[in-house]
């Protein structure tokens, strides 16, 4: 059977080669992982003129159908391959990490189909499972692309004159200044905007976030203690305190700005904060 070096990789459950049971995994169709994200448009004839109406057009989800072939010589063994398979799908989102001569993506899928199996025989069958993306976005796998700052700060910076017994010239020694910019600077090395999730580390009172490129501001009215937490999700557009409590009545400014492709930079401010505060950025590397 043909293999074509495709190696998908769902929720853990490895879509090629031998597994446990001794059965033999190929995946030799692929469709959806490689097409782009189909349009929401929608339009309507004008009554009254030329052309059509239409609405705020936006990037739909995805349908990916893995499809291939699954042998053993031994039926049960077979049989129990496959329940494994469908034991490890999920309803609600799961990692597929897919592979092909180098280029790899991630997407985050559910089960959208009954996955199928087709007896070719008692020791070979086809099998097929459609699963279904509710972003557009493909993504690079692996660790997400992330960094911190502490508040922008300046500590030292001193000059201390000296002259040695015995005359000669004044000299001195130099302690240079250390300083902390407040900002984060992270590329999305994808072709796509990519959510974005900040953190934000007490203690800091007002703290604030600019994502330089876009303008585009996170502020808050509050008072931020030691140990404490303010989240935001750019996915869920979510903004929580110490993780659980809705940050209600806090949000002064909420523009949410995603990350663009190639460089982009966070700015961290506060009325007032110690060396403790820190904000961190976090997204994935986003594909079209």
Known sequence: MWDGGVRPVLNGFALFGVDD???????????????????????????????????????AGRVFTLSGALANDDTQALVASW???KQSLLLESQELVFTW?????????RQSDQPILTWKGDRLATWSVQLTSLSPFLFTP?????????????????????????????????????????MVSLS??????????????????????????????????????????????GESHEVLIDGSDPARGAVVRREWASAQPGGNTWAFSADSGSAGALLTVGFREAWL
């Open 142 to 182: 692996g660790s997400r692309v992330s960094g911190s700052t502490a508040l922008p700060a300046s500590v030292g910076g001193m000059l201390f004159p000296y002259v040695f017994e015995g005359g000669g010239s004044p000299n001195s020694w130099q302690f240079p200044e250390e300083t902390v910019s407040g």
């Open 188 to 233: 999305n090395g994808g072709t796509a905007e990519s959510a974005v999730s900040l953190r934000i580390d007490g203690p800091c009172v007002n703290p604030g976030v600019e994502h330089v490129q876009s303008g585009k501001r996170m502020m808050l009215r509050l008072s931020l203690g030691t140990g404490h937490y303010v989240t935001f999700d």
């Open 101 to 109: 001569n180098g280029v790899e993506r991630l997407a985050l899928v």
């Open 83 to 85: 329940d494994a398979l």
């Open 21 to 59: 049971n001794g059965s033999e995994w190929l995946c030799n169709a692929f469709d959806g992982l490689f097409d782009g994200s189909a349009s929401t448009l929608a339009t309507s004839q004008k009554m009254w003129g030329d052309g059509f109406f239409a609405n705020r057009a936006n990037r």
